[in-house]
C-alpha cells in the first residue's frame, strides 16, 4: 500500500472515530416546543407572556446481559435493567411586567432548560432452590433456599432553572 493511500485511510479513519467520539458525547436531542399566543395579543390588545418548552427524545441503550455465577444454575440478573438515556422537559417562561419596579425591568422570566437524564429500569435475579450436581451426592443436585432479588431502579439527574429581571 502507497504511503499516500496509507495517510488518506487514516485520515478517514480518524475523522470516523472523531464523528463517533461526538456523537457519544452529545446529550439527547431535545425538541422545542413553542407555544403561539401572538393572536391572541392581537385579539385582546395587549402582551401576553411568552412560553416555550422543550422534550427531550428518550434513548435506549443496551443492557448488561446476564452474568454466569459459580455455584448458581441460573446466571444472575436474569431479568437484565435497562438503561435509558433522555431528559427532563425544559420550559422558559417570560411575563410582562407593568413598570412596578422602575423602567429598567420590562419583564420577568423563567428558564428551566432541558436536563440529562439517566434511567435504569428494575431488573430481577433468581436462583433455583438447585446446587449444581455434588460429587459427593453422586452427582445429585443438594437442596436450598431459592433466592429472588429485585434491582432497584435508578433515576440521576441534575436539574437547573434560571430567575431573572429583564428589559
Known amino acids: 500500500m502507497k504511503s499516500t ?3 488518506t485511510l487514516a485520515a478517514v479513519m480518524t ?3 472523531a464523528a463517533v467520539g461526538a456523537a457519544a458525547a452529545t446529550p439527547a436531542a431535545a425538541v422545542p416546543i413553542p407555544v403561539p399566543l401572538g393572536g391572541a ?4 390588545g395587549m ?6 418548552g422543550e422534550l427531550p427524545l428518550p434513548v435506549p441503550g443496551s443492557p448488561e446481559g ?3 455465577v459459580t455455584g448458581r444454575l441460573v446466571p444472575d440478573r ?3 435493567q435497562l438503561p435509558i438515556s433522555g431528559g427532563l422537559p425544559g420550559a422558559d417562561l417570560q411575563a410582562p411586567l407593568p413598570q412596578l419596579l422602575g423602567d429598567d425591568f420590562e419583564n420577568l422570566g423563567v428558564r428551566a432548560p432541558a436536563a440529562d437524564l439517566r434511567t435504569l429500569t428494575p431488573g430481577l435475579s433468581v ?3 438447585l446446587t449444581p450436581p455434588n460429587p459427593d451426592n453422586l452427582g ?11 434491582l432497584t431502579p435508578l433515576l440521576q439527574t441534575v436539574p437547573a432553572a434560571n430567575l431573572g429581571l429583564g428589559g
Request: net charge positive; no cysteine.
Open 66 to 68: 446476564p452474568r454466569f
Open 41 to 44: 395579543e392581537r385579539a385582546l
Open 127 to 129: 436462583d433455583t432452590p
Open 5 to 7: 493511500t496509507r495517510g
Open 15 to 17: 475523522g470516523v472515530a
Open 47 to 52: 402582551e401576553l407572556p411568552r412560553a416555550g
Open 140 to 150: 445429585l443436585p443438594d437442596t436450598k433456599l431459592p433466592q429472588l432479588a429485585v
Open 78 to 80: 436474569t431479568l437484565p
